[in-house]
């Protein structure tokens, strides 16, 4: 297993997998194919970073996205972690989390942000950032909709 540069063949694996996690909405998924499609199609972007974790058999069974934040110095955003929900329990999302964290403080990275959902399914990601060194940095409420707040962590590297 290995993490690599996404392909173009990588984006229809990446989106069975997102439907698979039976986690994100179809407008979340939306949005994960828009950002590996703005990758795909213009190699000069810089806006995004995209790598697919595939296993032995060149076969995508995760991936992470993440970016530089506009206007400001060091700082990151987290916008993707996802695993094949058949690769569950391997460490392949600690793999892939660890390998942005590395490749974005080589870059000169100070700070890394991920947001998320309050709702119970996002209940296992935010343990997840809590059990990688993330701090629950801020709430907002009702910040997606009723009932779904935002919950922003930073994890200083």
């Not at 694996?13 to 994100?24: E, G």
Request: glycine content about 8%; hydrophobic content about 35%.
């Amino acid at each position: 297993m290995s993490i690599r540069p996404l392909r173009r063949e990588d984006k229809d694996p990446i989106h069975d997998l997102l439907r698979a996690t039976d986690v994100f909405s179809e407008e979340e998924i939306g949005v994960a194919i828009e950002l590996i499609q703005i990758s795909l199609e213009d190699e000069n972007q810089k806006d995004y970073e995209i790598f697919s974790y595939v296993d032995s058999e060149d076969r995508v069974v995760g991936y992470v996205c993440f970016g530089s934040t506009p206007a400001t110095q060091g700082t990151y955003d987290l916008y993707w972690v996802a695993v094949s929900p058949a690769e569950y329990g391997k460490g392949i999302g600690s793999q892939l989390l660890e390998f942005a964290e590395d490749h974005i403080r080589a870059k000169g990275a100070r700070f890394l942000i991920a947001e998320t959902s309050s709702t119970a399914k996002y209940e296992k990601t935010r343990a997840f950032y809590e059990r990688k060194g993330f701090a629950k940095v801020a709430h907002v409420k009702e910040y997606y909709k009723p009932g779904d707040d935002l919950i922003i962590f930073g994890k200083y590297l």
